[in-house]
């Protein structure tokens, strides 16, 4: 099956500073989405981007479909953004995500 | 609007004992899911209900079963827990103009 693998695996910043996730795949996909688990277990859909560029905030993610990759950018990164990234991807349009290990994110006043 | 809930937030069960999870949502989506997660792992999807009356397997699906009751609630059921259960398990659903997937709070169930 199709492979998903997230880095970092942990990031530590200070807030202010900027950073890019990444999320490679080893087949190609037709949905991929992003998530923020924040450190309540709380799971929020961050972007549904299977190509292309989307901004949202300070938020933005650009997914090179015909590569096999997707990267998410924060800007300016606040204590807020702490928790962990996931990235998951789908195949066939069907309904199946599979979800990578997810990059664990801590930002510091 | 609520979203989608879960009942029950907790749940320790013994092995052998059966239970219920249950997943609501307000939102008229169609589709459905049960995923769990372990730690320090992403989640896995376990079954799926793309539309009320149907339901499929995902990655992880032995030992449960589901139920679409109606459009709203989608139950997941452990007939004979087993301390590999142990888990946090979300409940999402997403409607029919995205595929963007919404999650529950989570349940957290412990299997002694």
């Known amino acids: 099956g199709i492979q998903v693998e997230q880095s970092p695996p942990d990031l530590i910043l200070q807030e202010g500073a900027n950073s890019t996730l990444r999320c490679n795949f080893s087949d190609s996909v037709n949905n991929l989405q992003w998530f923020h688990q924040n450190p309540w277990g709380q799971l929020i859909n961050l972007f549904y981007?299977?190509?292309g560029t989307k901004q949202n905030g300070r938020l933005s993610a650009t997914t090179v479909a015909t590569e096999r990759y997707s990267l998410l950018y924060i800007s300016s990164s606040q204590t807020t953004d702490s928790g962990v990234y996931f990235c998951a991807v789908g195949q066939d349009n069907t309904d199946k995500l599979i979800f990578g290990t997810g990059t664990r994110l801590q930002v510091f006043p | 609007n609520a979203g989608v809930t879960q009942t029950p937030k907790f749940q320790v069960l013994k092995t052998g004992q059966s239970m219920t999870l249950q997943c609501a949502q307000d939102m008229n989506h169609n589709s459905m899911y049960w995923y769990r997660q372990d730690p320090g792992m992403g989640l896995r999807l376990i079954y799926y209900?793309?539309?009320?009356?149907?339901?499929d397997k995902g990655e992880v699906p032995n030992g449960y079963n589901v139920s679409r009751l109606n459009k709203r609630e989608f139950s997941l059921r452990l007939e004979s827990a087993a301390p590999s259960q142990t888990s946090v398990y979300f409940c999402?659903?997403?409607?029919?103009?995205?595929?963007?997937?919404?999650f529950g709070p989570g349940t957290r169930l412990t299997v002694t």
């Open positions: 981007i299977p190509s």
């Open positions: 209900s793309a539309s009320e009356g149907t339901t």
């Open positions: 999402a659903s997403r409607g029919l103009a995205s595929y963007e997937q919404y």
